[in-house]
């Protein structure tokens, strides 16, 4: 049987191979996030009820981005990174639980 996926969420797939990839693989860094920072944004144009998660996972990579620019750290890595591992799951069961509901619609 084949699974149907709306735009949004191809968007939203995209988004989290592109987080799995960054957050999971050896020697990532926040920068090489940045298409999921705008896919991010892209998402929340059909999400409204979201609208934390794009901007809380923007903000943290903001902060990092400060400490390596200007060398001015507003929180320490491992409170990022816990925030943006909480994030990543919270997002994991959005992604997976609209896919799996649209389908049982269909």
């Not at 709306?6 to 926040?30: D, R, T």
């Not at 944004?41 to 620019?69: A, D, E, M, Q, R």
Request: proline share 2%; charged share 15%; glycine share 4%.
């Amino acid at each position: 049987q084949k699974a149907y996926i709306s735009n949004e969420q191809i968007v939203a797939l995209g988004m989290w191979c592109v987080l799995c990839v960054v957050y999971f693989c050896p020697k990532m860094h926040e920068r090489y996030g940045f298409v999921a920072e705008v896919l991010s944004i892209i998402w929340l144009v059909g999400n409204k009820k979201w609208i934390w998660y794009p901007i809380i996972i923007n903000l943290t990579i903001l902060f990092s981005y400060f400490t390596i620019l200007y060398g001015y750290n507003l929180y320490s890595f491992q409170n990022m990174a816990l925030v943006n591992i909480i994030l990543f799951v919270f997002f994991t069961i959005k992604v997976f639980s609209d896919i799996k509901e649209c389908n049982k619609e269909r």
